[in-house]
């Protein structure tokens, strides 16, 4: 056969569900010569990223670290290592991954029951008081950031229910960490992962995640083995701590990856990163109101970097999507499950929350759907977003 010939990717912005736009820096990192899994330097950039996750999840957890695995694992390093079968687990599903969250957790022989909201909205304390009486979990399980929504879901008050009902929480902040306040030790979190791919600016392909000293007591005194070996962490935590025993061999150049993506942000300062997102959201969503777009996630609790917003009436999905990938370079996510052809998905994650994307993303809107009959005023979109940068600085 003849041989294909050398890649050459075509340059988008990335402003989906994820992956991100990928920062310079963090695509040089990526370019640095490989080293062994155990050699010294790399050993160092472990200690490194390991003391930055700390920070950045806001922990003073021994036991964090970056599984060699996409986010997805990291949801499943969470629940296989705390579960064990016959467990009781209660999962709070209000989108895509807090069913995906109950499947994993089915598939560990727990014991499951859900507690649902409708797309888009956000659980309260009173949503789970009564099926933590009645239930008694082990392990609760919910998402901070749910990507197929929109919607932000507050963290601490749901914490407290939980623990005084002497449960475990497992939060996912795959889409949260590096883009929005996440705080492990603050909020009681007793396990929470992520992903490398969202707010971080890094390729897919790490997921960090930080265990508290209660969850880690939980997995050593566990009755039967982890039913993952590649993803149990009472062996990967002797991988990243001091004994460094052999376990797998580390994906090197993601990890100088990560190392630069976490190095970043909060070289700009967690305060200034979270404020810089919001800043964006705030000017896309005046520029999508000057359209008669809104939002499909709840009021009050709509995602910075995740703008999940319903596609007009008559606006065909596909085409606008198409439309912008090839004419603009751009890329939406469509909606899933219940919002499928009902929204897009607008992401302004790490290094794609700038206002140069948020002007250019509006401006081939605006011609797009002109070109499909929806009456709107050329320019307004523009407009109204600058208004936002102009008060924002």
């Given at each position: 056969?003849?041989l294909p010939e050398r890649l050459q990717p075509?340059?988008?912005?990335?402003?989906?569900?994820?992956?991100?736009?990928?920062?310079?820096?963090?695509?040089?990192?990526?370019?640095?010569?490989?080293?062994?899994?155990?050699?010294?330097y790399y050993l160092e950039i472990m200690d490194?990223?390991?003391?930055?996750?700390?920070?950045?999840?806001?922990?003073?957890?021994?036991?964090?670290?970056a599984v060699s695995a996409t986010g997805s694992?990291?949801?499943?390093?969470?629940?296989?290592?705390?579960?064990?079968?016959?467990?009781?687990?209660?999962?709070?599903?209000?989108?895509?991954?807090?069913?995906?969250?109950?499947?994993?957790?089915?598939?560990?022989?727990?014991?499951?029951?859900?507690?649902?909201?409708?797309?888009?909205?956000?659980?309260?304390?009173?949503?789970?008081?009564?099926?933590?009486?009645?239930?008694?979990?082990?392990?609760?399980?919910?998402?901070?950031?749910?990507?197929?929504?929109?919607?932000?879901?507050?963290?601490?008050?749901?914490?407290?229910?939980?623990?005084?009902?002497?449960?475990?929480?497992?939060?996912?902040?795959?889409?949260?960490?590096?883009?929005?306040?996440?705080?492990?030790?603050?909020?009681?979190?007793?396990?929470?992962?992520?992903?490398?791919?969202?707010?971080?600016?890094?390729?897919?392909?790490?997921?960090?995640?930080?265990?508290?000293?209660?969850?880690?007591?939980?997995?050593?005194?566990?009755?039967?083995?982890?039913?993952?070996?590649?993803?149990?962490?009472?062996?990967?935590?002797?991988?990243?701590?001091?004994?460094?025993?052999?376990?797998?061999?580390?994906?090197?150049?993601?990890?100088?990856?990560?190392?630069?993506?976490?190095?970043?942000?909060?070289?700009?300062?967690?305060?200034?990163?979270?404020?810089?997102?919001?800043?964006?959201?705030?000017?896309?969503?005046?520029?999508?109101?000057?359209?008669?777009?809104?939002?499909?996630?709840?009021?009050?609790?709509?995602?910075?970097?995740?703008?999940?917003?319903?596609?007009?009436?008559?606006?065909?999905?596909?085409?606008?999507?198409?439309?912008?990938?090839?004419?603009?370079?751009?890329?939406?996510?469509?909606?899933?499950?219940?919002?499928?052809?009902?929204?897009?998905?607008?992401?302004?994650?790490?290094?794609?929350?700038?206002?140069?994307?948020?002007?250019?993303?509006?401006?081939?809107?605006?011609?797009?759907?002109?070109?499909?009959?929806?009456?709107?005023?050329?320019?307004?979109?523009?407009?109204?977003?600058?208004?936002?940068?102009?008060?924002?600085?």
């Open positions: 056969m003849s075509p340059v988008r912005v990335l402003m989906g569900p994820g992956p991100s736009d990928i920062h310079p820096n963090v695509l040089e990192a990526m370019g640095k010569p490989t080293v062994g899994h155990l050699d010294p490194q990223l390991q003391q930055m996750l700390r920070t950045l999840f806001q922990t003073q957890n021994q036991m964090t670290f694992a990291g949801m499943e390093a969470a629940f296989v290592n705390l579960v064990e079968p016959g467990d009781r687990v209660m999962i709070c599903v209000n989108g895509v991954f807090g069913s995906r969250m109950v499947d994993v957790a089915t598939r560990c022989g727990a014991e499951v029951k859900t507690v649902e909201r409708p797309w888009g909205e956000v659980f309260s304390v009173e949503d789970l008081a009564p099926l933590l009486d009645q239930f008694q979990p082990k392990v609760v399980g919910i998402v901070q950031a749910e990507t197929s929504t929109g919607a932000n879901q507050p963290i601490p008050e749901i914490a407290n229910a939980v623990h005084q009902a002497n449960a475990m929480l497992i939060v996912d902040a795959v889409t949260a960490l590096g883009g929005m306040p996440v705080k492990v030790d603050e909020w009681g979190v007793d396990v929470m992962y992520s992903g490398s791919q969202k707010c971080l600016s890094c390729p897919p392909g790490l997921a960090p995640i930080t265990f508290n000293p209660k969850a880690v007591d939980v997995i050593l005194n566990r009755r039967s083995k982890v039913q993952s070996w590649y993803l149990d962490v009472s062996m990967l935590a002797s991988y990243w701590g001091s004994e460094r025993v052999y376990h797998h061999t580390a994906p090197i150049n993601m990890s100088y990856g990560l190392h630069e993506a976490v190095r970043l942000v909060l070289a700009e300062g967690l305060d200034v990163c979270f404020a810089r997102h919001q800043l964006q959201h705030q000017a896309l969503k005046a520029g999508l109101a000057a359209m008669g777009i809104s939002f499909a996630a709840q009021d009050g609790h709509q995602l910075p970097m995740l703008n999940a917003v319903t596609i007009p009436h008559g606006v065909d999905d596909v085409t606008v999507r198409k439309g912008l990938l090839e004419r603009f370079g751009i890329e939406i996510g469509g909606g899933l499950g219940a919002f499928k052809g009902k929204v897009w998905r607008i992401g302004l994650m790490g290094y794609a929350a700038r206002s140069n994307n948020v002007l250019l993303l509006l401006a081939g809107l605006e011609q797009l759907l002109a070109e499909q009959g929806v009456s709107l005023e050329p320019g307004a979109s523009i407009a109204a977003a600058n208004q936002v940068y102009s008060a924002g600085r």
